[in-house]
Nanobody, 123 residues
């Protein structure tokens, strides 16, 4: 299994970025994909997740209304559209796959992880 994130970068506060996560080698199609982030000195936290076989999503409260997770099943790609970015959103963002599709944001529930992409929001 391989997950590859892209789309990170440097953006001014209030700006937007769209992250992408492309998966390959997954053993079946009934899984959930989550986006997580980790800032220096902080624990990894879940941001949003989506069930790839249903139109179900779940968000961390602090990103509701600013971030949108979406999917393209044909491309095995999940997106995280981020708007209204704030300096506290600065972190390395990871995508991960939960093969049981529990649709939560607990890192231990996820089986496979990407390498991460840096998002930096300047004030």
């Amino acid at each position: 299994v391989q997950l590859v994130e892209s789309g990170g970068g440097l953006v001014q506060a209030g700006g937007s970025l769209r992250l992408s996560c492309v998966g390959s080698g997954l053993p079946h199609d009934y899984y959930a994909v989550g986006w997580f982030r980790q800032a220096p000195g902080k624990e990894r936290e879940g941001v949003a997740c989506i069930d790839m076989s249903q139109d179900l999503t779940y968000y961390k409260d602090s990103v509701k209304g600013r971030f949108t997770i979406s999917k393209d099943n044909a491309k095995k790609t999940v997106y995280l559209q981020m708007s209204g970015l704030m300096p506290e959103d600065t972190a390395v963002y990871f995508c991960a796959v939960d093969m049981l599709a529990t649709l939560d944001l607990v890192p231990a529930e996820y089986d496979y992880w990407g390498q991460g992409t840096q998002v930096t929001v300047a004030s």
